[in-house]
């Protein structure tokens, strides 16, 4: 069965203390991993894409990079703003299904000032 | 409006009643999907629709949950009898077929939900 983990369920940062979050997944016939942000109250906003092990996107103080098994979404130097829920989400090549979106059950991301 | 809209934000209903939550997609926007997200759960897939059809139902959790989309824009998903296990946010999302593809982008955008809440 396709899954995807993602650790750790909550982290806790001071302002500037840079990180990484983990998404490691176990699919077959990844068309593509996509990082999302979640605000308390609101629907996730899309952050990036990444199509192939070894691809990077980065975007302000966060950057996601991709392997075979797993993304990571590393934040340096982090904000009070940047406090949400982070959801990685994966593509897969269709078995037929159109679920196209398998969703992890996300970080809580808190970085206190 | 330029994002996805849904209504209502939040319903409060006693179990056993049918409730109706409606999305507005992105004008253009030839997918939709409805998700839910139980508190501190992840996404959970229901259903979605190309244009007017839902080739993919697999997610519907019963018979109580059906979901409709007309004129390849606004989606209703309907629940029958609803139960306490039903209260959740549950999620639309819209997205856009890349010209010369057949497959819609992963990219979804997101309306900001709507609160079940099921006493």
């Known amino acids: 069965e396709d899954q995807v983990t993602q650790s750790p369920e909550a982290l806790r940062l001071q302002e500037g203390e840079s990180s990484s979050l983990n998404c490691s997944y176990t699919?077959?016939?990844?068309?593509?991993l996509f990082w999302y942000r979640q605000d308390p109250g609101k629907g996730p906003e899309f952050l990036f894409t990444?199509?192939?092990a070894g691809e990077e996107k980065e975007k302000e103080r966060l950057k996601a990079t991709l392997t075979k098994k797993e993304s990571f979404l590393h934040i340096t130097a982090p904000k009070p703003e940047d406090s949400a829920t982070y959801l990685c989400a994966v593509h897969l090549f269709s078995s037929g299904s159109a679920r196209q979106l398998t969703f992890g059950s996300g970080t809580q991301l808190t970085v206190l000032p | 409006g330029a994002g996805v809209s849904q209504s209502p934000s939040n319903k409060v209903t006693e179990k056993g009643k049918d409730v109706e939550l409606r999305c507005d997609p992105i004008s253009g926007h030839t997918a939709l999907y409805w998700y839910r997200q139980s508190l501190g759960q992840g996404l959970e897939f229901l259903i979605y629709?190309?244009?007017?059809?839902?080739?993919?139902k697999s997610g519907l959790p019963s018979d109580r949950f059906s979901a409709e989309r007309t004129g390849g824009s606004v989606s209703t998903l309907t629940i029958q009898r609803t139960q306490q296990e039903d209260s959740a946010v549950y999620l639309c999302a819209s997205s856009f077929r890349v010209p010369g593809r057949v497959t819609n982008t992963g990219e979804l955008f997101f309306g900001e939900g709507s609160r079940l809440t099921v006493l």
């Open positions: 629709f190309q244009g007017n059809s839902a080739p993919d």
């Open positions: 699919v077959s016939g990844l068309r593509g």
């Open positions: 990444l199509y192939s």
